[in-house]
């Protein structure tokens, strides 16, 4: 029951939302589509939901061509930021609406097991008998994703529900939706900017630039193997440290370094495959990075600019060769604004994209790989 | 830049009606002059309101606000000389950045040249050197939240700064940049800020101290540092930290002359320092531990028995790192342990938990027990 979308093209005026999408949205998959806000994602949801019509290009349902079929006619739940509910009925009303509007001739017992059984799930069933303005915005959205959800559909669109919601509750909601749709028979399309939310819910990642969506794969795929520079500068908390290098080797030994400047050489062991003389832009996580007390093993020395400490987690902020570079530390750390700090690195660790076309053309031993 | 001080404030809406709500109950509060503070809580917990009445925007029921020791609670905002960024920036279209950053100082009749040397040190400061002759209307809502902060702070008498939510426009991914730029501002002006949010990881990169508010009250008040450690109660422990700490129902039994905190088949130890402090006969318990402070293992520890065997039922990618949720063996009691971004685990994997004594906070009917 994937959804399949062929050559998608929309345009708004001159402006060229979508080039020519091509995706595979796997059976029951949490799919979530990210980008940066203005990128296209709501415009795509609303095509592959049918509210919206392409330029150009197909959408078929589990092999079935929908492109021109209205979105009643096909089964779909659509979940907003913001809490769509109607304000006069009570939540076990909205719950039940779509169920009554229905051409389907639910029975009386029938809704009202279905109204309880998504309340359950969905953790509304206490404010059943509230209307929406008496329950907090948690339960109103939950609300929201009931009604949505009531119908059983095959194909659920969410786009940024979570976007209105204070910080706690995201967070509860974000493991709910991982776990109730992990035990569901609905694929589940996701629209958001959050990195963190997608890598925190999603079984794929679409990331979508330029109108396209330049890579799609499973959550630890895209993550580990992030196949464009774009890519692997979004997906991430702190996102990928990227430095442009050149790669030498000492006419006198076999060593190799990626040499940032006269300064800063970094250890490329295992970049076999790569030429020296050439530039590279090179990949390395925030968590990679050891701090390192003894000079001699650094292999790079940044300036830090500023360390934000959250619970056990410090990141640091820093500057390097006028690039903002991050580190994070799994324990508070307490250091000086302006001071130098050494890292050692793990090139079986690093990531090597081409710094024209930015795709990944190496990566260490130790990134994890996917066939 | 001054102290701000909030004294048993109490606050009502819609008194004697039907309708009636205690906003903020008895609430104390000083600001040390030239401190960066955060308001933090879940949405209807009255931070919103406590602002409005240390901007003059709302006269509480009762109680008093202070700048520097006098009594303000009866002065108009444009007396207190407290500026505000809101949740959506507030600019003058009309003018250009530059123009914007000087609106406050001209109508004070600021000469000129003076002018001109404090708008260029807080386009400085903010980097909104490149847009200082824009016009707003053709920057982001990030660059115009700056530009309304840097007209908060651009008077050297203004006494503190208050953010509302000030984050909620901006784009995701800018806005650790804008956090840094009004945190640099806050540093080097030392100014008197408090910044309300309900999102903790802005208010524990902002501030220094933040106070944490639950149903009109004021639950605690600490560095995010203590907030973190040591949580007053059960609540401040979920409500810190992202996940909260696993928050675990327990029996006490004794062992070994100790007490120990009971979770089904499973007996943990506690911190030898609140030994004393935990009565046997006790219900009503919780153990407390950081995702952070649990130690995962892989391999079977099988004579050491301070590790409790678990399911692994959830892996989540969250802020860097992997938490896991897991289920402790023979019992229903879920805990989420933080391992490395590249630690490899599958759902449905047996590991093994540790969670090291000195780690482990003892709650009783969900206060936190402390060493005397």
Redesign the interface.
């Known amino acids: 029951m994937g959804i399949r979308v062929e050559n998608l093209h929309k345009s708004f005026g001159t402006e060229q939302v979508l080039d020519g999408i091509t995706l595979d949205i796997p059976d029951r998959s949490f799919f979530s589509v990210v980008a ?2 203005g990128a296209g994602k709501t415009t795509l949801l609303r095509i592959m939901a049918g509210i919206e019509s392409a330029d150009a290009g197909t959408v078929h349902y589990d092999g079935e061509e929908m492109t021109d079929v209205a979105v009643q006619d096909r089964s779909v739940g659509m979940v907003y930021q913001e809490f769509i509910n109607y304000p006069s009925l009570t939540v076990r009303e909205n719950l039940a609406s779509p169920l009554q509007v229905s051409d389907e001739n639910y029975s009386a017992e029938e809704i009202e097991r279905r109204v309880q059984e998504t309340a359950e799930m969905l953790k509304i069933d206490h404010i059943l008998n509230n209307l929406p303005e008496e329950v ?2 948690g339960e109103a959205q939950r609300t929201a994703i009931s009604r949505a959800l009531i119908k059983e559909p095959d194909y659920l669109f969410m786009d940024e529900p979570l976007a209105n919601l ?4 995201r ?1 509860q909601l ?2 709910d939706f ?2 109730l749709f992990s035990e569901e028979d609905t694929t589940v399309i996701y629209a958001t ?4 939310d997608a ?3 999603s079984t794929h990642i679409g990331f979508l630039h330029d109108g396209n969506i330049i890579q799609k794969a499973l ?1 630890d795929e895209i ?2 193997r992030p196949r464009y520079l774009p890519v692997a500068e ?1 997906l ?3 996102p990928m440290n990227i430095v442009p290098v050149t790669l030498v080797q000492e006419p006198t030994s076999t060593d190799r370094y990626f040499e940032v400047d006269d300064d800063t050489r970094i250890p490329a062991t295992g970049f076999d495959a790569l030429s020296p003389g050439e530039t590279y832009h090179l990949g390395f ?3 990679d990075m050891t701090l390192t007390e003894n000079g001699a093993e650094a292999s790079i020395t940044p300036t830090l ?2 360390v ?6 410090s990141t640091l ?1 820093m500057d390097f060769q006028g690039r903002e570079i991050y580190a ?1 530390h ?1 324990n ?1 750390l307490h250091l000086e604004t302006g001071a130098s700090i050494s890292f050692a690195l793990d090139p079986k ?1 690093f990531y090597v994209y081409d710094p024209e076309a930015g795709d990944l053309i190496a990566a260490g031993d ?1 990134i ?1 790989s996917f066939s | 830049m001054a102290e701000i001080e909030v004294r048993d404030i109490r606050h009502v809406y819609d008194a004697g009606t039907a309708d009636e709500t205690v906003a903020i109950d008895h609430v104390d509060l000083t600001l040390q002059d030239g401190t960066a503070n955060a308001l933090l809580g ?3 917990c009255g931070k919103t309101t406590l602002l409005q009445i240390i901007s003059g925007l709302l006269q509480p029921t009762e109680g008093q606000v202070l700048i520097d020791g006098e009594d303000v609670t009866e002065k108009p905002p444009a007396e207190r000389d407290i500026a505000q960024v809101f949740q959506f920036p507030v600019i003058y279209d009309s003018m250009d950045v530059y123009g914007n950053l000087a609106f406050p100082l001209r109508n004070g009749g600021t000469p000129e040249n003076e002018i001109e040397e404090r708008v260029q040190k807080i386009a400085d400061l903010l980097e909104l050197n490149d847009i200082l002759h824009s016009s707003p209307s053709n920057l982001g809502p990030e660059l115009n939240q700056l530009v309304a902060l840097g007209r908060g702070i651009i008077r050297a008498d203004t006494s503190a700064i208050l953010f509302d939510e000030p984050m909620t426009d901006v ?3 800018r806005k ?1 940049t804008i ?2 730029r009004v ?2 501002a806050q540093q080097e002006f030392e100014i008197t800020a408090l910044y309300v949010t ?4 802005e208010a ?2 902002f501030a220094e101290q933040v106070a944490i508010m639950r149903d009109g009250r004021l639950v605690q008040y600490d560095s ?2 203590t907030l ?1 450690e040591n949580p007053v109660n059960t609540f401040i422990g979920h ?6 700490m696993n928050l675990l129902e327990c029996g006490v039994t004794e062992n070994d002359a100790a007490p120990h905190a009971q979770i089904g088949p499973h007996t943990i130890s506690v911190s030898a320092d609140i030994h004393d402090e935990i009565d046997l006969s006790w219900t009503d318990c919780q153990i407390g531990i ?1 995702p ?2 649990v130690t995962v293992q892989v391999a079977d520890p099988k004579e050491d028995t301070d590790y409790i065997p678990a399911t692994v039922d ?1 892996v ?6 992997q938490i896991l ?1 897991t289920r402790l063996d023979d019992t229903e009691v879920e805990v989420k342990a933080r391992v ?3 630690f ?1 685990i599958e759902e449905g994997a047996s590991i093994w938990l540790n969670f090291p004594p000195d780690t482990v906070q003892f709650f009783h009917e969900k206060q936190a027990v402390h060493a005397q």
């Open positions: 940066p806000t907090s915005g204070d910080y706690k509750l967070e974000r493991s991982e776990r900017p959050q990195a963190g890598l925190a819910m959550r993550y580990y979004y991430g908390e702190p996580r925030p968590q600019s500023f934000e400490t959250v619970g056990s987690t902020h994070l799994p508070p660790k130790k994890p | 879940p949405s209807g784009e995701p991914a650790l956090r840094r945190k640099e309900h999102d903790q990881h524990l990169t995010g540092e973190y409500f810190i930290g992202s996940p909260g950081r952070s402070s959830q989540e990618m969250v802020g860097g790192y949720t490395a971004h590249d490899m």
